[in-house]
T-cell receptor, first 115, second 115 residues
Framework: DAGVIQSPRHEVTEMGQEVTLRCKPISGHDYLFWYRQTMMRGLELLIY????????DSGMPEDRFSAKMPNASFSTLKIQPSEPRDSAVYFCASSAPGHRPGELFFGEGSRLTVL | AQKVTQAQTEISVVEKEDVTLDCVYETRDTTYYLFWYKQPPSGELVFLIR??????QNEISGRYSWNFQKSTSSFNFTITASQVVDSAVYFC????????????FGSGTRLLVRP
């Protein structure tokens, strides 16, 4: 079975540019999570969806960040405009009711560098 | 507030040694869940175990074992007869009953197993 697929794997952009990260969850999973990993702050939950509906976005840093899940097989995390402090690895993860809550399946991450 | 502390930033052992990774947590909830995840060099986090607060039985899975002690708010992870493939960053995490999908991660412990 295919795992969680994220794209791009690496992105280098300049400050002020728009960045869009993409995620395809595991088929049949109805929870989707966006995490950010940095050296300073570790792993932080940004937002999560259940059945395509955002449940908790309290971790989204500011209005420059937005996330959408237009259907069960696709989600985006957008940063506009990007800033150097947004440089991080962004992980998407998914989970399903049949699994124990908290048992997440992670993608390989999108490493973002903002110059 | 919930918090997870992994005081060991990095551990280096020689293959076949036993190693214990420490995890101390803080929560005011009586019902909560504890987790361990592994992040190998490829980057994606891999679920290892989930334990609820009412189950203090230690668990063993092959060379892995977990020691949950509510009295000391600890959930330690031991690898017996370590192998080079165990080299990774290991994260302890915590969630509560109301937000069982919202994991609070520790800062991680980097384990290096040398041949």
């Amino acid at each position: 079975d295919a795992g969680v697929i994220q794209s791009p794997r690496h992105e280098v952009t300049e400050m002020g540019q728009e960045v869009t990260l993409r995620c395809k969850p595991i088929s049949g999973h109805d929870y989707l999570f966006w995490y950010r990993q940095t050296m300073m702050r570790g792993l932080e939950l940004l937002i999560y969806f259940n059945n395509n509906v955002p449940i908790d976005d309290s971790g989204m840093p500011e209005d420059r960040f937005s996330a959408k899940m237009p259907n069960a097989s696709f989600s985006t995390l957008k940063i506009q405009p990007s800033e150097p402090r947004d440089s991080a690895v962004y992980f998407c993860a998914s989970s399903a009711p049949g699994h124990r809550p908290g048992e997440l399946f992670f993608g390989e991450g999108s490493r973002l560098t903002v110059l | 507030a919930q918090k997870v502390t992994q005081a060991q930033t990095e551990i280096s052992v020689v293959e076949k040694e036993d190693v214990t990774l420490d995890c101390v947590y803080e929560t005011r909830d009586t019902t909560y869940y504890l987790f361990w995840y592994k992040q190998p060099p490829s980057g994606e986090l891999v679920f290892l175990i989930r334990r609820n607060s009412f189950d203090e039985q230690n668990e063993i899975s092959g060379r892995y074992s977990w020691n949950f002690q509510k009295s000391t708010s600890s959930f330690n992870f031991t690898i017996t007869a370590s192998q080079v493939v165990d080299s990774a960053v290991y994260f302890c995490a915590l969630s509560d009953e109301d937000s069982s999908y919202k994991l609070i991660f520790g800062s991680g412990t980097r384990l290096l197993v040398r041949p």
